[in-house]
Nanobody, 121 residues
Framework: QVKLVESGGGLVQAGGSLTLSCAAS????????MAWFRQAPGKDRDLIVR????????YYADSVKDRFTISRDNAKNTMYLQMNSLKPEDTAVYYC??????????????WGQGTQVTVSS
């Protein structure tokens, strides 16, 4: 069993930056793809970035490409999401997930509890 805990969310002005962290415990997330999803009120939970176990393959949604960067430190069992040039439309609850690489949230085996990111205009 893998437990994921996100941190780093908060309130930031448009144009600002935040770094989210996702720490895994319970067992290593060795072999798992890792991803960040986000869900705004009344909307679906959407994949925004995904990273393979080896970090050799990444996916970025168009909405965050060139602004967000995903990375992972497998030795620390931690994944990061560096978010720059934040926009009000980035406001959402951000979730980290571990599992098979997919765009569909139902494919992922493990989820964090979510962290709120609010971007003010």
């Amino acid at each position: 069993q893998v437990k994921l805990v996100e941190s780093g969310g908060g309130l930031v002005q448009a144009g600002g930056s935040l770094t989210l962290s996702c720490a895994a415990s319970g067992r290593t997330f060795s072999g798992y793809a890792m991803a960040w999803f986000r869900q705004a009120p009344g909307k679906d939970r959407d994949l925004i970035v995904r990273l393979s176990w080896s970090s050799s393959n990444t996916y970025y949604a168009d909405s965050v490409k060139d602004r967000f960067t995903i990375s992972r430190d497998n030795a620390k069992n931690t994944m990061y999401l560096q978010m720059n040039s934040l926009k009000p439309e980035d406001t959402a609850v951000y979730y980290c997930a571990a599992g098979e690489p997919s765009s569909y949230p139902q494919v992922y085996d493990y989820w964090g509890q979510g962290t709120q990111v609010t971007v003010s205009s």
